[in-house]
């Protein structure tokens, strides 16, 4: 039997485990009159998550949250592609900075 030198055994081990992990689980938030639709996103806890996040809007807003420790414009008509987590089980406050008293939601990670 063959042994593959041991750079090349290390690489390949790399490549097979980074196969063998799932594509991160996806959501969709939209924005419509200034409000994000759903209000609370409910995802599993301990996986990382690909957010989207519709503006509907002709305006741009912001999706921000400090607790998940992101923000990122998203221009009127648009969207945009945040990823996050994996989060701890718990809810995490998101809102938009241009519209904040309407703009508010959450994601609670069970």
């Known amino acids: 039997m063959r042994r593959l030198p041991l750079h090349l055994g290390a690489a390949l081990a790399v490549c097979l485990a980074g196969g063998a992990q799932a594509d991160p689980a996806r959501y969709t938030l939209t924005i419509r009159d200034h409000r994000f639709s759903p209000v609370e996103l409910q995802v599993p806890a301990g996986q ?4 989207h996040v519709v503006n509907q809007d ?6 921000e949250s400090t607790e998940l420790h992101r923000e990122k414009v998203v221009s009127g008509g648009q969207e945009i592609t945040v990823f996050i987590g994996p989060l701890r089980p718990g809810s995490y406050e998101f809102f938009g900075d241009f519209n904040p008293a309407t703009a508010r939601g959450h994601i609670v990670a069970k």
């Open 58 to 63: 002709p305006t741009p807003e912001e999706f």
């Open 48 to 51: 990382k998550i690909e957010l």
